[in-house]
């Protein structure tokens, strides 16, 4: 088990939790209009740094994104005296986006850009950190996944602490995604009202230090544990029923009272189809009495932050008996039964859960607890996964299962061709863009390895990347700086979500497992493995699809993947 | 109204990526979404860019434009009645 050792919140709040604290107490949010926004020709309502707040939280030679992070990383380390510079100390950068704001259209234009693997590991050089980070990047329930993976690497004892920050800052692509899937509400949000239009964007860094304990420690916020999982639904809509939520909460659980949760912290975008699953969701779990906490109307969304900082919030509100208001709520528009109030609730429970979603079909859930003597997990052995089959397909080779399989055509047409050749029909596949081809021809071509008595529903997707998805971006920068004025195209910002490779395959097989994408400054077998190994031993998974997948240019492509099981 | 349906057409398989279509192979009354080409909520989204960016037509959202996109000779109409460029 873990325990939090220290915690930090920067937003446009305040610099420390404290302030942030103090801040939600008096019921103040950042929450503001924004009009003609850099060319957005939509109003929307954001909560986002002040110029003079960026100015004072800039770190000379860092770019904002990365100033962000070391203020918020820096501020939580101040309150410890965990060795940073020991192997055994690991960062994990929880972002869905990172240093995107400096990205050019032609990499020409790009300003002071970084790929986030590059960008966690110049953060982590900054403090003097010697291991290697990961940046988890799952769209909205990333730090959840962030806070997970810490608890794996540590139960399985690879690391004694973990740096946990999560992170994301809103510029005009971020606007411009969310504006062309028609999710930004022009008012501030309003969670599961009946009157909600949709999310607002926020920005902000929120860092948790985590270290290994017994469990048995009274009065100390612990993770407990936690389920990832796939709705295996639709990219960009959650189950309607909140299916894939409702296993990942029951297997949070297991058999933990209900009357021991002060209350759920849920992801509570205010999106029509968000907290109308969530709210199913709650009511299926048979968690309808327990109070709902939803922070997103103090601080919008804030992407790979939103994980780590409701979590945060969550824990410093209840040291003090308090269920915070929900901000924006006012008349209920689900149909869910769920409890939910927008004045301050008093509690004595001392647990709480930890639930979110995201695209992809991605969905997460964590138990806290400060209870005193928890019986700790089942011993985390890790053991060597057996490879069942292995494709490798790069923009000029195939080789399936150590056969090599000659091909004529190189770059992307290549992928069409063996799509043409090798697999069945599957009317999605046009309009996927370079890197999503990739993924799914390589995942289909070792699918069709497969006897039908291997095939396991449950299996995890969790795959590993160097690019993040850089030919997406820059194709969805053009569409908002380009001459032709400002039409972002939808299906071009749905590619620009790297984690929504894992949500295809898991739609395409029909797998409920977790799905999870992982970005690491370079292909790192030794950190990979660690990292399939330590998710083999903290789930329920007994097959995996795993490996790297990386895509730079239409021509310029890899795909090393394979299926392990135990 | 030929040469509307023709160019839309164009503009819905570029915008889509219906790589292996041609504008021949759309019916002009046949359902885009569900049967016929199988179109999804995104595309449906990326339509509202088409209407948006080349004929100065503003939807708010997908639901509005429910009845308009059931098919090419459906949304040809409602641009010729609605288009501002």
């Given amino acids: 088990m873990i325990r939090v050792l220290s915690s930090n919140i920067v937003s446009p709040l305040g610099d420390t939790l404290e302030q942030n604290y103090q801040a939600l107490l008096a019921g103040h949010s950042a929450l503001a209009p924004y009009e003609n926004w850099h060319g957005a020709p939509e109003r929307f309502v954001a909560s986002m740094f002040r110029e003079e707040q960026t100015e004072k939280l800039a770190v000379d030679g860092f770019t904002r994104f990365e100033s962000l992070a070391i203020r918020s990383v820096a501020e939580a380390l101040s309150h410890t005296d ?61 730090g959840v996944t962030a806070q997970l993976l810490a608890a794996r690497l540590m139960e ?35 969670p599961f009202d009946i009157e909600r239009r949709g999310l607002n964007l926020g920005e902000a860094a929120s860092t948790i230090i985590y270290g290994r304990c017994a469990g048995t420690e009274d009065g100390q916020w612990k993770l407990v544990r936690g389920c990832l999982d796939n709705d295996s639904y639709h990219l960009s809509a959650p189950s309607p029923d909140g299916d894939g939520t409702v296993r990942a909460i029951s297997s949070a ?6 009357d021991r949760l002060a209350l759920v912290s849920v992801h509570g975008t205010a999106t029509m189809f968000n907290d109308q699953m969530e709210s ?40 003090d008996g308090y269920i915070l208001p929900v901000r924006g709520f006012d008349e209920i528009g689900v149909s869910g039964r769920i409890s939910i109030d927008n004045r301050r609730r008093e509690t004595s429970g001392r647990s709480f859960l930890k639930i979110i979603s995201g695209f992809g079909g991605c969905n997460g859930a964590l138990l806290f607890s400060k209870e005193a003597d928890i019986p700790g997990q089942r011993a985390a052995d890790t053991v060597k996964p057996s490879v069942m089959h292995s494709v490798h397909l790069t923009d000029s080779s195939l080789n399936i299962d150590g056969r090599e399989i ?20 599957c009317p999605r596949f046009y309009k996927m863009d370079v890197f999503n081809r990739l993924v799914y021809v390589a995942s289909q071509l070792l699918v069709k390895e497969e006897s039908p008595e291997d095939r396991d529903d449950y299996r995890a997707v969790v795959l590993f990347n160097g690019a993040s ?92 993947i394979r299926i392990l099981t135990i | 109204m030929e040469d509307l349906i023709l160019t839309l057409k164009k503009q819905i398989i570029e915008a889509l990526n219906l790589e292996e279509i041609g504008p021949e192979d759309i019916d002009n009354d046949a359902p885009l979404f569900g049967a016929g080409l199988g179109l999804d909520s995104i595309d449906a989204l990326e339509i509202i860019v088409i209407l948006d960016k080349y004929y100065g037509i503003k939807l708010a959202n997908a639901s509005e434009g429910r009845k308009i ?16 460029k």
């Fill in chain 1, 469 to 560: 998805t850089v030919v997406a971006d820059r194709k969805h920068i053009a569409t908002v700086s380009g001459g032709e004025g400002f039409f972002p195209s939808p299906s071009v910002a749905l590619f620009t979500l790297p984690n929504i490779v894992t949500g295809e395959i898991a739609i395409s097989n029909g797998y409920k497992g977790e799905t999870s994408l992982y970005i690491l400054d370079r292909r790192n077998s030794p950190l990979m493995e660690q990292i399939v190994e330590a998710t083999f031993a903290g789930s329920e998974a007994r097959s995996m699809m795993t490996g790297w997948v990386d895509c730079t240019s239409e021509d310029t492509f890899e795909a090393d």
């Fill in chain 1, 253 to 258: 659980l297991q058999a933990w009272d209900r």
């Fill in chain 1, 82 to 142: 965990i060795d940073v510079s020991s192997p055994r100390t690991l960062f994990i950068l929880s972002t869905t986006k990172a240093n995107v704001e400096e990205l050019g259209p032609v990499p020409d234009r790009d300003r002071a850009y970084l790929a986030p693997g590059d960008t966690a590991r110049k953060i982590a050089r900054h403090f003097g950190m010697t291991s290697e980070p990961v940046v988890v990047c799952n769209a909205c329930i990333s």
């Fill in chain 2, 69 to 84: 996109f059931k098919s090419i000779n459906t949304i040809a109409d409602y641009i010729e009645k609605h288009r501002t």
């Fill in chain 1, 280 to 319: 199913r969701a709650i009511e299926r779990a048979g968690l309808s009495s327990v109070p709902l906490s939803a922070l997103k109307g103090y601080y919008g969304h804030t992407f790979g932050a939103a994980g780590v900082l409701e979590t945060a919030v969550v824990m410093r509100a209840l040291d």
């Fill in chain 1, 156 to 190: 399985s004892e690879y690391y004694d602490h973990a740096i946990v920050c999560g992170i994301d800052c809103q510029s005009l692509f971020e606007v411009a995604v969310f504006l062309s899937f028609k999710s930004l509400s022009p008012e501030e949000c309003r």
């Fill in chain 1, 406 to 425: 000659p091909v004529a055509e190189r770059g992307k047409p290549l992928l069409t061709v063996i799509y043409r050749n090798m697999l069945e029909d």
